[in-house]
């Protein structure tokens, strides 16, 4: 790809406020994740305050034609139809899927791909796994909120395949060649250049699903739309369209047929979203009348997913709290070099992200060790609270008057005894109210392990907003689930150390 | 019959010389009251005798265990006054629970405060709680007794009451030594009384 245009475009943090605000009617501002990758939006690897890839390319056509200059806002793949929703910019353009929810929440511009879902497996076991139904049991990876993903959910029903959903496109098939997951589902490009990677993947010649990429806009620009599905009527006539895939080496004999019953309807939605819209999830969704039918279905999803949280948050405060009662006592009772060892251990823990603790810790080891998803996320989410309890059992441990440990040494006690009956008994009391604090905090930083791939219950209530195209009724009812699990907790807190006061 | 017997006593922390040259004996079933002015040293010389602070010169020569009943009780928070008396029984000299919570009543009964046996020390006035902490300390059946200023939390009447339990514990047998700054208190109640002052036992 060295015949790569580097396009005139910075990123809009470079653009003076002022400059902004006087050319607002001569810019398009697109939004879309250079996070994604070439081909759609990379930042230019010879210069970083750029983006390339064919939907850069596309923003500068419809820009271009419109009399505009393009302007690049970063979002963030999972959040770009709210900002699309919200007018953060006038048009996103990011491999976005054409889906049902979609088509009701934003005005959607002309599909102007189209691409096929295929499944990728291991070189040896191509004679294996054919399809989606002999993977029975089997963990298949794909990306959230996404045509794939609606494949998996219903193959989940159908074949019994556990969906297995990444928040990016490179550690499916990373994890895919460790064998953490046996397949993965997501478009052809995904798929070749996933291939092209990791040597040891091949990907099945069968179509699972066929989808298209639109440009997405705030429901009431439908006037600003209908300017752009002309310039890509246009671009598909002339052949620019095709050069700007052409030269990003994305161009297939599919492209020519979805153009030709493009130019061939005139209507708004010339083509159905998806191969699959008719019996999805979310066409399914967007045809009931009322949201809380939905809500009803997801329910059980959701309740599923909390118990994981509740799970996960219980057994990695147990391991906070043992291995953090142990740091404590070795700080308060260790020598010299273990003290440094373990204070060193909780500043480099506290001082960096739980994100990246957990980042290394799934990702960072696989060549190491293979962790599970679930297991790599208790022993991080475990690991890094223990670092914060230990602080807490610490204080408390020197809060304890130390006329009572004289006390007991006068008497005879050996200092394990004074720890085990005398001084952490009271130090848990006194330890006790920011325990629970920090438990409730914990309940909530476990959705961060949604990024290696557990889904609890923000992950899976990020599936169902992005599913019904809402996050109004998802996300109360996620908050509730949140309190149901948090407020008993607290009352079981009070309620121990009332107990304590009277006896 | 001297039990007791401290020699050229000398304690240190840091740079700083707290207690030196200190050397005093006690027989058994005397009571002898160290006075002096509060930072004399007379903790101090307590503490060592407890093994609390390590000596930088000198001999303590006593029988053991040494019990000690501190200004401030210290009785342990989380139990009631009467666990406080038997938990070192149990624990230390792994007598059984049943006689062992006997003994810490009887205790308690002979002190005073054997109503007082299921509070905890932070429902207890001054008084009962220095009576559980001496009853704590004779649990282990010391041989010697040491107090550091007993009477601070005691109003006057209460003080004539120290003075007459110390006296028939020491007819029991025990070496008692009071840290004071109480002179009438050490005239109440020791045979012999040691004038402390910059760290050193002075000529009264």
């Known amino acids: 790809m060295n015949c790569r245009r580097p396009a005139v475009v910075l990123c809009v943090a470079l653009l003076l406020p002022s400059a902004a605000g006087a050319q607002a009617d001569v810019v398009l501002r697109w939004g879309g994740d250079a996070e994604g990758g070439a081909p759609y939006v990379e930042a230019d690897p010879t210069d970083p305050s750029r983006v390339v890839g064919f939907d850069v390319e596309v923003a500068e056509l419809l820009a271009s034609a419109l009399g505009r200059t393009p302007q690049f806002v970063q979002v963030g793949f999972t959040s770009i139809d709210a900002e699309a929703a919200r007018r953060d910019f006038d048009i996103g353009l990011s491999g ?16 102007y791909y189209e691409f096929r879902e295929v499944l990728t497996v291991r070189a040896a076991d191509a004679n294996k796994y054919r399809s989606l139904a002999d993977l029975r049991g089997h963990r298949v990876a794909t990306l959230g909120a996404t045509l794939a993903y609606d494949l998996l959910a219903a193959s989940q029903a159908r074949d019994g395949i556990i969906p297995v959903t990444y928040e990016d496109d490179v550690h499916p098939y990373s994890d895919l060649l460790l064998g953490r997951v046996d397949a993965v589902v997501l478009d052809a490009i995904l798929a070749n250049r996933g291939v092209r990677r990791n040597a040891g993947l091949v990907n099945q010649p069968s179509t699972l699903a066929v ?3 639109v440009g997405i806009l705030a429901a009431d620009q439908t006037a600003l739309r209908d300017r752009m599905n002309d310039v890509l009527r246009n671009a598909m006539r002339d052949g620019r369209l095709e050069a700007i895939f052409k030269r990003w080496n994305v161009w297939n004999q599919d492209q020519p047929r979805l153009y030709a019953r493009v130019l061939g309807d005139a209507s708004p939605y010339p083509v159905a979203a998806s191969s699959l819209a008719a019996s999805s999830d979310a066409a399914r969704a967007m045809s009931e009348s009322r949201t809380w039918q939905a809500a009803a279905r997801y329910f059980p999803a959701l309740l599923r997913a909390a118990v994981i949280t509740i799970v996960l948050s219980c057994l990695s405060m147990g391991l906070a709290v043992v291995v953090g009662a142990l740091i404590a006592s070795g700080r308060v009772y260790g020598s010299a070099p273990l003290r440094l060892v373990l204070t060193s251990y909780v500043e480099i823990v506290r001082g960096t992200p739980l994100l990246l603790q957990l980042f290394v810790l799934y990702f ?14 208790l022993i991080g989410l475990g690991l890094n609270y223990a670092a914060y309890e230990s602080e807490i059992y610490r204080g408390a441990l020197e809060a304890v008057p130390v006329g009572q440990l004289d006390a007991a040494r006068t008497l005879g006690f050996s200092e394990r005894q004074i720890l085990r009956l005398i001084r952490a008994p009271q130090a848990f009391r006194l330890a006790l109210a920011p325990m629970t604090n920090d438990f409730v905090a914990l309940l909530k930083d476990s959705s961060l392990v949604s990024v ?9 209530t990020s599936i169902f907003a992005s599913n019904i195209g809402s996050w109004v009724v998802p996300g109360l009812m996620c908050a509730g689930m949140y309190l149901a699990m948090s407020l008993p907790l607290a009352r079981v807190a009070r309620r121990i150390e009332r107990g304590w006061r009277h006896a | 019959m001297t039990v007791l017997d401290v020699r050229s006593l000398e304690v240190r922390r840091g740079a700083r010389t707290i207690v030196s040259a200190v050397s005093f004996a006690a027989a058994r079933g005397e009571i002898v009251a160290l006075m002096g002015a509060s930072g004399a040293g007379k903790s101090t010389i307590l503490r060592a005798m407890a093994g609390l602070d390590p000596l930088s010169a000198g001999t303590i020569s006593l029988p053991r265990p040494v019990a000690m009943v501190f200004q401030f009780h210290h009785l342990f928070a989380n139990m ?20 062992s919570e006997r003994r810490a009543q009887e205790l308690l009964d002979a002190l005073g ?15 009962e709680a220095q009576r559980v902490a001496i009853a704590r300390a004779l649990a282990i059946e010391p041989p010697v007794l040491l107090m550091d200023e007993p009477t601070a939390s ?7 009451d120290l003075a007459a339990t110390l006296r028939r514990l020491a007819a029991e047998g025990r070496t008692i030594i009071v840290a004071t700054h109480d002179a009438d208190f050490a005239g109440a109640c020791a045979h012999r009384v040691l004038h402390v002052a910059d760290g050193t036992i002075i000529p009264g």
């Open chain 2, 154 to 160: 005691l109003d006057p009447a209460r003080r004539g």
């Open chain 2, 113 to 127: 405060v054997g109503h007082r046996a299921t509070a905890l020390p932070h429902e207890l006035s001054g008084g």
């Open chain 1, 364 to 377: 960072g080891l696989a060549a190491v060790i293979q962790l599970p998803a679930f297991v790599a996320a």
């Open chain 2, 80 to 99: 009631t006054a009467h666990q406080n008396v038997w938990l070192a029984l149990v624990h230390v000299f792994k007598r059984p629970h049943a006689e």
């Open chain 1, 96 to 111: 976005i899927e054409d889906s049902p929810a979609r088509r009701a929440r934003l005005a959607i511009t002309l599909p």
């Open chain 1, 211 to 213: 989808g298209h990429y």
């Open chain 1, 452 to 460: 290696i791939t557990v889904v609890e219950l923000t992950k899976q």
